[in-house]
């Protein structure tokens, strides 16, 4: 009997030994999760940075700058009568595709021009004829360039009186008076008292002969 009571003494006190080891290891398997896990462990997640607002377009490059009427310019300004002086217009750059530029006149009947011009494409001016009448009076008509909603105006003054190549020119210089040749008369044959002398002198001569 006594033997026997050694025996279940041992086995329960090797039980009781693995009941406390795993209550420790239960414990500290706990108080592991909870240092992990717990309200102190959490990491607040990272805030988004705020998205800034898209900035405007930047303005377009001079290349992609759009072509607009500058300037209508005629030369010369002023002519006598009739002639043909020149028009030009102007665009502040070179145009993408072909401009149609509408032409007027204050007075057809004084200065004539095509009702339009065209600039062609990859350029930046065009030019054209202007055909202007004979006046009684000096006269200014004014011309107009339209394209685009802009309108440029440039002014022509005809002046009265013919054209330059019909002016008359200066008179000629008069005709001088042939000149005489110089006598070989001697000084008293000469004029009226040589024919005198010489009307005497020969009866003279022919009594002393």
């Not at 000629?172 to 040589?194: D, E, L, M, N, W």
Request: net charge neutral; glycine share 10%.
């Amino acid at each position: 009997m006594k033997p026997t009571g050694w025996l279940v003494g041992y086995i329960l006190v090797l039980s009781l030994t693995a009941c406390g080891e795993v209550n420790r290891g239960s414990s500290s398997t706990q108080e592991l999760g909870s240092s992990t896990v717990g309200p102190s462990a959490v990491i607040a997640a990272p805030t988004p940075a705020a998205t800034p607002p898209p900035s405007p377009s930047t303005p377009p490059s001079s290349s992609g700058t759009v072509a607009t009427l500058q300037s209508l310019s005629i030369s010369p300004s002023t002519i006598r009568q009739q002639g043909q002086p020149t028009g030009v217009v102007t665009f502040t750059t070179a145009t993408e595709s072909a401009a149609n530029v509408v032409l007027e006149t204050s007075n057809k009947g004084v200065a004539a021009l095509p009702a339009a011009v065209i600039v062609e494409a990859g350029n930046s001016t065009a030019a054209f004829t202007i055909d202007t009448a004979s006046v009684a009076a000096d006269t200014t008509v004014t011309l107009t360039a339209k394209h685009g909603g802009i309108s440029r105006t440039a002014t022509l003054t005809i002046l009265a009186g013919p054209p330059p190549e019909n002016r008359p020119g200066p008179a000629p210089p008069s005709p001088k008076p042939p000149t005489q040749p110089p006598s070989r008369c001697a000084p008293y044959q000469c004029g009226v008292i040589g024919a005198a002398i010489g009307t005497i002198d020969g009866p003279i001569q022919r009594l002393a002969q």
